[in-house]
């Protein structure tokens, strides 16, 4: 039996992406060898590449003005690379701060540059429950570039309306809502997200670049962290993760076949107002500590009246199968992620639960 998984990340996968990659496991497109096998430099592998790379563009309609990355070393790599290419020496960034993420992305950019903190709301205890207006962002207009995150993974807070820099390039971390909804890349310089929470396993991570900001970059840096080598290269310069670009690729035919991002923000809506819904149906038991405005989509955080009962909430959904439900270390409490491969029928089951817990012991 398949678990009914509601971890942060990696995630789980939509099991039509995983039956096809266990169909082709050991011989892929008639190869006698499976996709893992074969050189990047093959057709059999380049084909799957250049699929990946043309359904994304398809899905997410990527105007010509971008051009798509396929990288490694995760968004905690970009918080390294993203100085290092984009803030050239005595030019400063804007860091808008909205959680653990933000944080470390602003530590890396400190090592390598002045960043600027736009706009904070982390709270007097550390914790973060919004995210900031457009009207609270204090950007400068001389920044090379403006940092934000567009959902906060361990708060469960979100952008709903994504933050207008003007003329300064926007670079986003769009790790944990990427591709939950339509979106209008023209607006972004530099999309990234790592795979392993919407978008397929861990080992990829997709970034989405504005090709100008592109030729803009720092060139005194090694070639290997420029991300115009890589461009240049259609993401082959060197060996790429194959195994995971190829199972992207399946996940992505499996939204096309769910009506692309339209369907997924209509599936994701639905199970984001069935949580929240439930939870303010029953506020006298779960504690919901974001600011409505600012409720993630995504991840979904709540707590009950102790922390014995979070535990003890968490055990018994683990023996009704579902699983991942623990709060992050940082942030306490129980946490529902409900990325794209989670079914509204997962959600269902897993609002009876929480009503029977607050039956039970409420
Ligand atoms: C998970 C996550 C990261 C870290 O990703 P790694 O692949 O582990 O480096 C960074 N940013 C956000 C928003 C995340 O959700």
């Given at each position: 039996m398949?678990?009914i998984n509601?971890?942060?990340?990696?995630?789980?996968?939509?099991?039509p992406?995983?039956?096809?990659?266990?169909d082709?496991?050991?011989?892929f497109a008639?190869?006698?060898?499976?996709?893992?096998?074969?050189?990047?430099?093959?057709?059999?592998?380049?084909?799957v590449?250049?699929?990946?790379?043309?359904?994304?563009?398809?899905?997410?309609?990527?105007?010509?003005?971008?051009?798509?990355?396929?990288?490694?070393?995760?968004?905690?790599?970009?918080?390294?690379?993203v100085?290092?290419?984009?803030?050239?020496?005595?030019?400063?960034?804007?860091y808008?701060?909205t959680?653990?993420w933000?944080?470390?992305?602003l530590?890396?950019?400190k090592?390598l540059?002045?960043?600027?903190?736009?706009?904070t709301?982390r709270?007097p205890?550390?914790k973060?429950?919004?995210?900031?207006?457009?009207?609270?962002?204090?950007?400068?207009?001389?920044?090379a570039?403006v940092?934000?995150?567009?959902?906060?993974?361990?708060?469960?807070?979100?952008?709903?309306?994504?933050?207008?820099?003007?003329?300064?390039?926007h670079?986003?971390?769009?790790?944990?809502?990427?591709?939950w909804?339509?979106?209008?890349?023209?607006k972004?310089?530099?999309i990234y997200?790592g795979?392993?929470?919407?978008?397929g396993?861990?080992?990829?991570l997709?970034?989405?670049?504005?090709?100008?900001?592109?030729q803009?970059?720092?060139?005194?840096?090694?070639?290997?962290?420029?991300?115009?080598?890589?461009?240049e290269?259609?993401?082959l310069?060197?060996?790429?993760?194959?195994?995971?670009?190829?199972?992207?690729?399946?996940?992505?035919?499996?939204?096309e076949?769910q009506?692309?991002?339209?369907?997924m923000e209509?599936?994701?809506r639905?199970?984001?107002?069935?949580?929240?819904?439930?939870?303010?149906?029953?506020?006298?038991?779960?504690?919901?500590?974001?600011?409505?405005?600012?409720?993630s989509?995504?991840?979904?955080?709540?707590?009950?009246?102790?922390?014995?009962?979070?535990?003890?909430?968490?055990?018994?959904?683990?023996?009704?199968?579902?699983?991942?439900?623990k709060?992050?270390?940082?942030?306490?409490?129980i946490?529902?992620?409900?990325?794209?491969?989670?079914?509204?029928?997962?959600?269902?089951?897993?609002v009876s639960?929480?009503?029977?817990?607050?039956k039970?012991?409420?």
């Amino acid at each position: 039996m398949r678990a009914i998984n509601f971890s942060a990340g990696p995630a789980g996968l939509p099991l039509p992406a995983l039956e096809k990659a266990r169909d082709e496991l050991l011989d892929f497109a008639g190869t006698g060898m499976s996709i893992m096998e074969q050189s990047h430099r093959d057709k059999p592998y380049e084909s799957v590449h250049r699929d990946a790379t043309e359904r994304l563009h398809k899905l997410l309609g990527i105007p010509d003005t971008h051009t798509v990355l396929w990288l490694t070393g995760g968004a905690s790599t970009q918080f390294a690379l993203v100085p290092m290419n984009f803030l050239p020496a005595g030019k400063s960034a804007d860091y808008v701060m909205t959680g653990v993420w933000s944080e470390k992305a602003l530590d890396e950019a400190k090592l390598l540059g002045t960043p600027r903190i736009a706009a904070t709301t982390r709270g007097p205890d550390g914790k973060y429950v919004r995210v900031p207006t457009q009207a609270e962002v204090q950007l400068d207009p001389n920044a090379a570039y403006v940092h934000s995150t567009s959902n906060n993974t361990i708060y469960g807070t979100q952008f709903h309306t994504m933050l207008d820099t003007g003329k300064v390039p926007h670079v986003c971390d769009m790790s944990s809502d990427f591709m939950w909804r339509p979106l209008d890349v023209g607006k972004f310089d530099f999309i990234y997200a790592g795979a392993q929470k919407n978008l397929g396993p861990s080992g990829v991570l997709v970034a989405i670049a504005r090709k100008e900001f592109l030729q803009s970059a720092r060139k005194d840096i090694p070639k290997i962290f420029r991300y115009q080598t890589h461009a240049e290269a259609d993401s082959l310069y060197n060996t790429p993760p194959t195994l995971a670009i190829y199972l992207v690729r399946n996940v992505l035919e499996w939204m096309e076949g769910q009506g692309g991002l339209p369907g997924m923000e209509k599936r994701n809506r639905t199970k984001a107002e069935l949580l929240y819904g439930t939870l303010d149906r029953l506020s006298g038991f779960y504690v919901a500590p974001v600011e409505k405005a600012s409720r993630s989509v995504m991840n979904i955080v709540f707590r009950t009246p102790s922390e014995a009962l979070d535990a003890e909430f968490v055990t018994s959904a683990r023996k009704e199968n579902m699983i991942g439900l623990k709060g992050h270390r940082t942030a306490g409490g129980i946490r529902v992620s409900a990325y794209n491969a989670v079914s509204v029928q997962d959600i269902e089951v897993l609002v009876s639960f929480m009503e029977q817990f607050a039956k039970s012991h409420g």
